[in-house]
């Protein structure tokens, strides 16, 4: 009798068993599929946008400073010197101080064969620096003016060009004309309006036709 009870419940424990294990299969035969093509189908490609917008440009000089006599001293080549005047805003990034040009020589340095351009800051540095720092000379500027980020900006054949997203959510190609660049953003002349919207980045991943989803663009300079 014992042995009839123990081979009834070993019977009754595979079949529970394997019941289970077919449910499982079933489960997971009818589970979602979990892809990246499958989830671009169903949400749209991730990509970085940026809405266009007109604001001032700034255009800088970069070059390397020392501390002199309680001004900040820097030489420059004839292409910048024609760039430079004096009164020009100066940011020394390094210490957040601001300043302005307070000399500029109209002769060429014997030594180095360059022309020396002094920065009075507005407020003094208040150390003796040996090292040499970076100063951003602002030598113009534009009002007003359509600007992208550079990596929206697309080299073409022909011309530059950017992938706008239309009302559809659908990305295409676009022709444009651009102008000067000021740090990371270029100023656009055509091609693009004030509040189009721009794919920074993931546009490699994008072929025609393809659905798209939108991450607004972070308007930290990169």
């Known amino acids: ?7 009834t419940s070993l019977v009754i424990l595979i079949a529970f068993s ?6 499982v299969i079933k489960e997971k035969r009818q589970a979602k599929v979990i892809s990246i093509n499958n989830e671009y189908k169903e949400h749209g490609k991730p990509v ?3 809405t266009v917008k007109r604001s001032d440009i700034d255009f ?4 390397t400073g020392f501390y002199q006599n309680g001004q900040v001293v820097t030489f420059v080549g004839r292409n910048q010197w024609d760039k430079i005047s004096i009164g020009q805003k100066v940011v020394v990034p390094r210490f957040e101080l601001e300043g302005k040009v307070s000399f500029k020589s109209s002769k060429r340095d014997d030594l180095t064969g360059l022309y020396k351009v002094a920065v009075r800051t ?6 003796k620096l040996t090292d040499s720092f970076v100063l951003d000379i602002k030598v113009g500027g534009v009002k007003d003016a359509l600007q992208l980020p550079a990596p929206a900006v697309k080299t073409g054949e022909s011309s530059p060009y950017v992938w706008v997203i239309d009302e559809d959510k659908v990305a295409r190609k ?3 004309k651009t102008a ?5 953003f270029i100023q656009v002349v055509s091609g693009v309006t ?5 794919i920074v980045r993931g546009s490699s991943l994008l072929e025609k036709g393809d659905q798209i989803r939108m991450i607004e663009h972070s308007e930290v300079t990169l």
Not at 1 to 7: L, Q
Not at 180 to 184: G, I, L, T
Not at 194 to 198: A, F, N
């Open 1 to 7: 009798m014992t042995r009839v009870v123990f081979y």
């Open 18 to 23: 394997v019941n289970w294990k077919i449910g």
């Open 48 to 50: 970085e946008v940026y």
């Open 60 to 63: 800088y000089e970069r070059v």
């Open 122 to 127: 507005i407020k003094p540095l208040e150390m």
């Open 174 to 176: 676009k022709d444009i």
């Open 180 to 184: 000067a660049k000021a740090n990371n």
């Open 194 to 198: 004030e509040g189009e919207k721009i």
